[in-house]
């Protein structure tokens, strides 16, 4: 595969394989519906795990995760496939700093987020403020989803929801929730 997978080298994997197949399906097919075809955003990206099979669908897709240890939070990882940007930041800083303002004088077809199990802590105001019509959020924790959402609840509206049994017979459900903005 041709994504930087050096980006999230410390970063989080799914291991159930086929579930991820699952996953990925589920968000790309959402995504896909979103009004336009330029600019996706993929926030706590990883290594773009979700947005691979997205490539051919949009122009430009911008993926960020933290700063493993050592890293620069400015830096962009080469090398990358044409319309594909990985950057190195905490997204609550790449959303209120210098480098998204440059980057967002177009607007957002759609935005994925795919936080940690701690959920988007700090960052869900400043997600559901984002100029898109389709908001993507996925989630491995039932309260912080619950948490996370009632900020986006009132500004987007709910369009789907999909649970992925990511380990059979235990807890772990990861779930993804289609929202669009609210007219």
């Not at 955003?41 to 099979?53: A, F, K």
């Not at 998204?100 to 759609?110: F, G, H, T």
């Not at 912080?144 to 789907?160: E, M, Q, Y």
Request: aromatic share 6%; glycine share 8%; net charge negative.
């Amino acid at each position: 595969m041709d994504l930087n997978r050096k980006h999230a080298v410390t970063g989080f994997l799914q291991i159930n394989e086929e579930q991820n197949v699952a996953l990925r399906k589920i968000v790309a097919d959402l995504a896909r519906a979103a009004s336009g075809r330029e600019l996706l955003l993929d926030l706590y990206g990883g290594d773009g795990n979700l947005t691979g099979d997205l490539r051919s669908h949009f122009k430009r897709i911008i993926s960020v995760d933290t700063v493993n240890e050592g890293g620069d939070p400015s830096e962009i990882a080469p090398p990358l496939p044409p319309g594909r940007t990985f950057v190195r930041a905490d997204t609550k800083e790449f959303l209120t700093g210098q480098f998204w303002r440059d980057w967002s004088d177009s607007p957002i077809d759609a935005v994925i987020a795919d936080p940690p199990r701690s959920g988007l802590e700090g960052t869900a105001d400043l997600i559901a403020s984002l100029d898109t019509r389709s908001l993507i959020l996925v989630s491995c924790d039932p309260s912080t989803l619950s948490r996370d959402l009632i900020p986006i609840l009132k500004r987007f509206a709910l369009s789907r929801i999909a649970l992925i049994d990511m380990f059979p017979q235990t807890h772990h459900i990861e779930a993804v929730v289609g929202l669009r903005r609210q007219s």
